[in-house]
Structure formats: structure tokens, C-alpha cells
């Protein structure tokens, strides 16, 4: 098992108990400019895989397909510590991988599942009764149900729980062996 990976395991149960965590995923456009925003993390692989539910249609999904590299940031307030997972993040599509995606949209709640079949993101507001309140398991993902993959290459842990703050880095290219650095 890795270190890290146990580690921010048990970050997330201390902050979020039995909810879905928060990451805040970074992206950059065609132009070079970053964009970030908070992303509810669906599943954590024993690899390390970062697994999150989007909607083919966003920005963020172009942007990935234009350059792959991210990186995502879990802060946990309770523990005092925040974990940046930089790396690659590949989009998972209609047809692809269709067994892990119904996997993912049978987890969803109804209401975000329901999110899937409102009007496109980013455009003019329609009324409210387009936005559908809940979807059940048993309706098929639609093609806009996408699911991002996280695969990290470098991870960075700062805990602010102890004077001085404690960091720990890891990389996939030294075997996940970490070093500790000045925070």
C-alpha cells in the first residue's frame, strides 16, 4: 500500500465521514490560462486514482482533452492538512469503459444524477422547470455522463497540525518513496 495513499484515506474519513470528499481540480485552457474549481471526488483506487463525475459538456472536459496535465487539492480542515496530487487525467467517454461508468452513476445520489439532464452548463439560464429534481439508478447514464480519472505522478502532503508544519512528498518516478521538505 502506498504511504500517501493511506495517509489521505485517513484524512478524508477524519473531514468527511460517510460523505463524498471535495477536490478542487486545476486545469489549463488552450490559451495557458488556469482555471480551478471544487470537483466531489466519487472513488479513491488502491492505486492512488482519483475518480470524479462530470458532464461531457463543461469546460473543464475540453480543457483536459487539450492537455491532460492537472492537479487536484484536498484541504481537510479538521486534520489541518492539504494534499496536492498533480498528474495525468484521462476522460472516460460513451462507449468506454462502460462497465465503470454505470458503476459511478449508480453511486450518485438522485439529485446528481439528475444534474445530467439539465440544460447545458455555462450557457444562459433556462427555468427552473428544466432542471430535473432527481433520477433514479435504474435510468441509463446519458452520453454527457463522463467520468475524469486522476492518475498521480507527484503528491505533495502539508500538515498544519504541528509547529513547524510537516511536508512530505511523494513521486510515482522514485517509487513513491517520500522526502520530507521545509514547508
Known sequence: ??????ELRRAIAEEYAD?????TLATVDRAGAPHAR?????????????????????EKNAQIRGDHRTEGVFWMPKPRVQFRLSGDTKVVAFPEEETLRKEIWRELSDEARSTYFWPTPGI??????????????????????????????HVDRLALDAHPYRR?????????????VNP
Open 124 to 153: 444562459a439560464g433556462g427555468t427552473d422547470d428544466a432542471f430535473a429534481q432527481a433520477v433514479a439508478a435504474d435510468v441509463p447514464p446519458p452520453r454527457t455522463f463522463e467520468v475524469l480519472i486522476l492518475e498521480p505522478r
Open 168 to 180: 512530505r512528498v511523494w513521486r510515482a518516478d522514485a517509487k513513491w518513496s517520500g522526502v520530507d
Open 19 to 23: 460523505r463524498s470528499p471535495v477536490i
Open 1 to 6: 500500500m502506498l504511504q500517501w495513499l493511506d
Open 38 to 58: 471544487c470537483v466531489n471526488c466519487r472513488r479513491i483506487d488502491d492505486e492512488g486514482r482519483i475518480f470524479m463525475a462530470t458532464d461531457a459538456r463543461t
